[in-house]
């Protein structure tokens, strides 16, 4: 099967990108072997970050911090509140903050300054610097010099100042600056979330630090006894204007009353209570009685009125209604009378009859008594009426003077309510006046009794030990710094690595079969683009007999590694060309000096060293690096025999050893057509004649990036082996040529990884992959010292 004939689509697919396989998860394996891969790097950068650790250990100043701390008391709040004008108690973070402030301000700064003479102390204004500090120093001076900033206005004329305000300005100046670095350099912050405020101050000096901590705090401390002072003070002076003015102001209120209840009479009882209002009350009172009396008088008159109209006749029948008034016993007896007068009457007309003489006095002395009794009834009535009218007329009276009280009390009424108007802003005045009377007595007292809100629990002390720079931290940061720079390069080493490591890639990246690695031999290449040397001593120098046992490594080690990979490279081909008599080799590379002719070389060496009949040819015409390397002096090569149509018999030259036939290119100087020498019939030819004698013909083609050269001989050629320098050939580059190149692309048989360092190459290959285990390939393989030494001989 002729595996150059397939077609594209039937080849194996280039992959879409080059940049993976597209998966979203993260690739732990692969991370770990990028660590493996760049450890040294990462460990050379740890170890530069710590020697700069130590360099800035050695050239920086030690700095001592003293710290003193402050308390916020409460109890003492409480203590100065009961007396105080105003309560002040602190019970926010915000009123915490207000005290950092404070203690950071340019007034306690210029107290602390003026106490300790700072601006005049050179420790202090001009402390040593580390190294770094310096450094950062010139740049900026350098800068400043480059690119002066604008000249501050007036300093330009010092000079014309007499000499004592000239030091007069210094002086201010430095001061200035004292106080603007103190204050940036002094450190106040609250621990946690107590009251508690740490003041600390940090210099190359621990006498120093321990002398500024101790001045601020004792500032701070006369601070807040001085404003609580000042604070009492100016309550009292306010509170003193203000008392004289709520003493007169209450006294007139107090006047301004009793004028007013003495022009309204508004005079009161001993409860409290308004004359007026108590009149009014009695009258109501003595109406409510009266109403009563003059009901019950109506209700006997009309009463003893309707009997009396009655007529006479019922009047014995309705006095007994009656018979519980005042003329009741009259009344009585003549009733009493009457019914024994009336019971002897039916008796005697009962017995005699109506007409009897004794029935006729008894009716008459019947009637009598009834008109007597309707007599007493008619003047009872009349008694009853004269009550009556006596009553309604007292009711009548108690009225009007009810009305007429009414009046007089709704008018003082009103007078109460701007009475006790008055009266209350008069409390009022006076209950102020108090007040404020007791608050200056407390300012007062208070002026002799000043008492600070804080309280210094922990005195400045001489630090014993530098605060910084510390040795452990400094250390551990420059090594994580190192170590970060290093995974930095790391990376970047990685982001660049665009070249193939691993059969793997050959395979995912550009869809080849990989062939195999072919491990450095001898010392460095030399480059094949070297121009021709035909002096003998330089044909026989130590550089060109190096060259020549590169040429012949399959031949002098054919238990090497990369013999091994030369024969796994001729199976590929016996493979795909199964059934061909002659076989037509070309050997390629994308890029000049990745060893594509020592792998020709050695290729045909095996083939040769194998007992196959094998033609070597140097189809690099420009650059004829195989013949160079090999070390052959010919008159005529490969364009010679093509251009006069000569046979393959006409040029070469056989390998005494292996019986290997090689065909030299000789360099004529420039010569720019070599791309249609290889494609002419006179190379058809040629190639078809030297087919019917050899069994395999290898092929050292041009590279196929700078010249067209192996695509001009492509069709000729039955398969391609693609040499790639291993960590130097762009995996991209290869890609972009198969891709414009299909032609050749499918005569591609394979790839091989050439140069390799077996060493590296384990860090490149994935877990379990083979890469990993070259190492214990080494019984199956020559050593790498032996093929050195059987290369130098």
Not at 339 to 349: F, G, I, M, S, Y
Not at 742 to 766: E, M, Q, R, T
Request: proline share 4%; aromatic share 6%.
């Amino acid at each position: 099967m002729n595996y150059a004939n397939f077609p594209l689509d039937k080849r194996m697919p280039l992959p879409n990108s080059d940049a993976g396989d597209g998966d979203d998860f993260i690739d732990i394996e692969r991370l770990l072997g990028m660590a493996a891969r760049q450890a040294k790097v990462v460990g050379v950068c740890a170890i530069i970050g710590l020697f700069l650790g130590l360099l800035y250990l050695q050239t920086t100043p030690p700095k001592f911090v003293s710290v003193s701390s402050v308390l916020i008391d409460e109890g003492l709040n409480k203590i100065v509140d009961d007396i105080s004008a105003a309560s002040t108690t602190m019970q926010t973070d915000s009123a915490i903050l207000s005290q950092i402030e404070i203690l950071t301000s340019t007034r306690l700064a210029a107290v602390v300054v003026d106490k300790l003479k700072l601006d005049q102390n050179d420790a202090f204004m001009n402390p040593p610097q580390s190294a770094l500090a310096q450094g950062v120093g010139m740049i900026r001076g350098l800068i400043q010099y480059v690119h002066p900033s604008q000249a501050t206005p007036g300093v330009g004329d010092i000079s014309k100042l007499d000499p004592a305000a000239r030091d007069a300005l210094i002086a201010t100046s430095r001061r200035d600056y004292a106080i603007l670095k103190l204050q940036n350099e002094i450190r106040a912050d609250r621990v946690g979330r107590s009251y508690v405020i740490a003041l600390g101050y940090q210099a190359t000096d621990p006498g120093l630090a321990k002398a500024i901590t101790k001045a601020y705090a004792d500032a701070y401390l006369a601070d807040q006894l001085d404003a609580s002072f000042d604070a009492t003070e100016r309550a009292a002076v306010w509170l003193q204007g203000r008392l004289t003015e709520l003493r007169e102001s209450s006294q007139q209120a107090s006047l301004a009353v009793e004028k007013f209840r003495a022009e309204h009479g508004l005079s009161a009882n001993s409860d409290g209570q308004l004359m007026s209002d108590k009149q009014l009350a009695d009258l109501n009172a003595q109406l409510i009685v009266a109403q009563a009396d003059t009901a019950r008088a109506s209700a006997r008159y009309q009463q003893y009125k309707s009997i009396v109209d009655s007529g006479s006749d019922n009047a014995f029948k309705d006095a007994a209604i009656s018979s519980d008034q005042p003329s009741s016993a009259v009344i009585a007896a003549l009733k009493t009378r009457y019914l024994t007068v009336a019971k002897r009457q039916q008796d005697v007309e009962a017995n005699f009859g109506p007409q009897h003489p004794q029935a006729v006095a008894l009716a008459k002395e019947k009637a009598d008594i009834s008109a007597q009794i309707f007599g007493e009834l008619k003047q009872l009535t009349q008694n009853y009426r004269n009550e009556y009218e006596v009553a309604l007329a007292r009711e009548t009276a108690l009225r009007a003077n009810v009305a007429a009280a009414q009046g007089k009390s709704s008018i003082d009424n009103q007078s109460q309510v701007k009475l006790r108007e008055l009266d209350q802003k008069a409390t009022a005045l006076t209950t102020l006046y108090q007040t404020f009377l007791g608050r200056y007595e407390e300012a007062a007292q208070q002026q002799s009794f000043p008492v600070g809100k804080i309280r210094i629990i922990s005195d400045a002390s001489t630090p014993l030990a530098a605060s910084s720079p510390r040795t452990v931290i400094v250390l551990g940061l420059s090594l994580v710094l190192g170590v970060l720079m290093g995974a930095g390069f790391g990376g970047l080493n990685e982001f660049n690595e665009r070249f193939f490591r691993t059969g793997d890639e050959v395979r995912d990246r550009v869809g080849l079969k990989f062939l195999g690695y072919l491990p450095t031999i001898g010392s460095k290449p030399t480059k094949e683009d070297k121009p021709d040397e035909p002096d003998l001593k330089v044909a026989r120098s130590p550089a060109a007999i190096e060259r020549r046992a590169r040429m012949r490594v399959s031949i002098d080690a054919p238990a090497s590694m990369f013999s091994e990979t030369l024969r796994s490279a001729k199976i590929a081909f016996d493979v795909v060309m199964e059934g061909q008599a002659s076989r037509v080799i070309g050997v390629v590379s994308v890029l000049p000096g990745e060893g594509k002719s020592t792998v020709a070389a050695n290729l045909a060496g095996l083939l040769a060293a194998n007992g196959a009949r094998t033609l070597l040819i140097d189809g690099d015409l420009r650059n004829p690096g195989l013949s160079r390397s090999l070390g052959m002096e010919a008159e005529q090569g490969l364009m010679e025999a093509v251009v006069s149509g000569q046979t393959w018999q006409s040029v070469g030259k056989i390998d005494r050893q292996t019986k290997l036939a090689i065909i030299p290119a000789v360099s004529r100087g420039h010569f720019s057509h070599t791309s249609e020498l290889l494609s002419s019939a006179g190379m058809r030819r040629f190639i078809e004649n030297a087919k019917e004698t050899f069994e395999y013909i290898v092929v050292d083609l041009p590279p196929l990036g700078p010249v067209v050269d192996a695509k001009a001989f492509a069709p000729l050629v039955d398969g391609f082996v693609l040499v790639a320098e291993w960590g130097r050939t762009p995996r991209a580059m290869v890609r972009s040529m198969l891709e414009s190149e299909p032609y050749v692309a499918n005569k591609i048989v394979g790839a091989v990884l050439n140069k390799v360092d077996l060493k590296k190459l384990a860090k490149y290959g994935s877990f379990g992959a083979s890469e990993k285990f070259f190492d214990k390939y080494s019984s199956y393989y020559l050593d790498k010292s032996e093929v050195r030494s059987k290369t130098a001989a």
